[in-house]
T-cell receptor
Framework: QKEVEQNSGPLSVPEGAIASLNCTYS??????FFWYRQYSGKSPELIMF????GDKEDGRFTAQLNKASQYVSLLIRDSQPSDSATYLC?????????????FGRGTQLTVWP | GAGVSQSPSNKVTEKGKDVELRCDPI?????LYWYRQSLGQGLEFLIY????????KSGLPSDRFSAERTGGSVSTLTIQRTQQEDSAVYLC???????????FGEGSRLTVL
């Protein structure tokens, strides 16, 4: 089983702040990385994916990937209370496990007004 | 609806009984996944189907678990002789291809008494 590690949190930030969520992975050859958001009692939904080293921005969200350090992060700018959720990092398998997506345990984020 | 549909949404059963969980994926999606999520835990991969290829069953936790996908569409996850440790939310997801961009259903919450 591929290892995907996340700080379990909880992470608590005030409204308007930047929330930083971190994830490390064990397979150096991994190529595809995903961030899912899961509201309490709901199913995960994809918010971003990143394949190349560097930053990828989508609105208030920025995904950062550093393959050399086996590290992927998600920054949420101007955090809103509606961003309060658990954020799941996921890494796609490769080779015989190409179709599999390995998830971390998630980081719970609370944004307080 | 256009999303992934799962049934039942809730199932309470007695230890030792068999249960069947159903998943109807998004039309046209060739990949279908089953994950389970226990309270406070991450997503545990169970099985995935891709087109007409043999399914990747390597995540099934025991031979009491089985799944099939008929006609490349609807899937059924069967748990025989349920145990209390099988209690979890069983999530089905589909994808247009094995890209890692999964669309999840609302899940089936299984409680084994």
């Amino acid at each position: 089983q591929k290892e995907v590690e996340q700080n379990s949190g909880p992470l608590s930030v005030p409204e308007g702040a930047i929330a930083s969520l971190n994830c490390t992975y064990s397979d150096r050859g991994s190529q595809s990385f995903f961030w899912y958001r899961q509201y309490s009692g709901k199913s995960p939904e994809l918010i971003m994916f990143i394949y190349s080293n560097g930053d990828k921005e989508d609105g208030r969200f920025t995904a950062q990937l550093n393959k050399a350090s086996q590290y992927v992060s998600l920054l949420i700018r101007d955090s809103q209370p509606s961003d309060s959720a658990t954020y799941l990092c996921a890494v796609r398998g490769r080779g015989s496990t190409l179709g599999r997506l390995y998830f971390g345990r998630g980081t719970q984020l609370t944004v307080w007004p | 609806g256009a999303g992934v549909s799962q049934s039942p949404s809730n199932k309470v059963t007695e230890k030792g009984k068999d249960v069947e969980l159903r998943c109807d994926p998004i039309s046209g999606h060739t990949a279908l996944y089953w994950y389970r999520q226990s309270l406070g835990q991450g997503l545990e991969f169970l099985i995935y189907f891709q087109g007409n290829s043999a399914p990747d069953k390597s995540g099934l936790p025991s031979d009491r678990f089985s799944a099939e996908r008929t006609g490349g569409s609807v899937s059924t996850l069967t748990i025989q002789r349920t145990q209390q440790e099988d209690s979890a939310v069983y999530l089905c997801a589909s994808s247009p291809a094995i890209t890692g961009e999964l669309f999840f259903g609302e899940g089936s919450r299984l409680t084994v008494l």
